[in-house]
């Protein structure tokens, strides 16, 4: 048991570092790009690292075990269901995250790194927020893929996800060498972010060949909400944020308040949209409430 633990760990790590490893490569490039490209891909990546890392992780780590349980009594459709349960959630919450790192990139690389002391000066906040632009569509890569990979360590499948990430390595790469010329280190977010929705899409089509997950009934009008919801996080931030030169002539504490506000109008906007489109509370406790009933 200890031996097979080992065998599949390292290739594991592998396939759930390949995010990092991009990012790793992305900061090689920016080495050599004009002084300051590192850093203010830093900065950004830390903000896109945010939401990835705290709730794509969790969510991922609440799935797999209950995968695993379905796994080993060979319950397909609790199995499928329980992958669906887990992409609506990661969707509905990495949507309004990769919305928000794109509309507030300035406020936020401002209150958070823009201090009196000057070492952080208008120039990088602008050079970073074009950074985030670039990474912000990449979080739903990021978190979908943290998802959908347990569904196939729940199978012992190591192999998929480690192939699909030297493959994904590969995109950044071709990524880099083509965008670099053109968007220098923006263009190198850019690829970044393109090869975590390769890596997202890629698994997303193995398990649906593999019928190791069948979409359930409702996937269009659940978009069609997010979509909506979304939208409307768009026009709030269009309409109320302040331009990025009241930020920076702004103390540290107004900063700090304006951004909570739009933060939780933001979050308003959007959970009230989803209400009033139809989406309730025991459409996201399913199937795990289903199957705390059923023992």
């Known amino acids: 048991g200890v031996k097979r633990v080992m065998t599949l760990m390292f290739p594991a790590l592998l396939g759930v570092s390949v995010n990092q490893l991009n990012l790793l490569l992305s900061t090689l490039f920016a080495s050599f790009l004009p002084t300051g490209s590192v850093s203010w891909l830093y900065y950004a990546e830390r903000l896109m690292e945010f939401p ?34 887990g ?19 300035g406020p936020l690389i401002v209150t958070l790194f823009m201090y009196q002391s000057g070492h952080f000066d208008v ?3 602008l050079m970073t927020q074009k950074a ?30 480690v192939k699909i990430a030297i493959v994904t390595v590969l995109v950044n790469v071709l990524g880099n060498l083509a965008f670099v010329s053109s968007f220098a280190h923006q263009g190198l977010a850019m690829a970044t972010s393109l090869s975590a929705l390769f890596n997202a899409t890629t698994l997303g089509i ?10 359930e009934p409702g996937w ?15 026009a709030g931030l269009c309409y ?21 506000g739009l933060i939780a109008m933001s979050m308003v906007l959007y959970a009230t949209t989803l209400w009033i489109s139809g989406l309730r509370k025991h459409h ?4 795990l409430q289903v199957q705390v009933a059923e023992k």
Not at 71 to 78: H, K, M, S, V
Not at 138 to 143: D, H, K, N, S, T
Not at 220 to 234: D, H, K, N, P
Not at 240 to 260: D, G, M, Q, Y
């Open 240 to 260: 109320f944020s302040p331009a990025l030169s009241h930020w920076v002539a702004w103390s540290t504490p107004e900063r700090i308040a304006h951004l909570v």
């Open 123 to 125: 120039e990088d906040a």
């Open 206 to 215: 193995l398990l649906l060949r593999r019928r190791m997950m069948t979409p």
């Open 52 to 85: 990835s890392g705290g709730f794509g992780v969790a969510l991922a780590t609440v799935v797999l075990p209950h995968l695993s349980r379905h796994r080993a009594t060979a319950d397909t459709l609790a199995f499928s269901q329980t992958v669906d349960w």
């Open 132 to 161: 985030l632009w670039a990474y912000a569509p990449g979080v739903l890569g990021f978190m979908v893929a943290k998802v959908l990979a347990s569904a196939y360590y729940a199978c012992q499948d190591i192999k998929t996800p």
């Open 220 to 234: 269009v009008q659940y978009l069609l909400r997010l979509l909506a919801s979304g939208g409307m996080m768009i």
């Open 87 to 105: 992409l609506r959630w990661v969707l509905l919450v990495a949507f309004p995250a990769a919305i928000g790192l794109g509309m507030m990139a």
């Open 284 to 287: 996201l406790l399913q199937p």
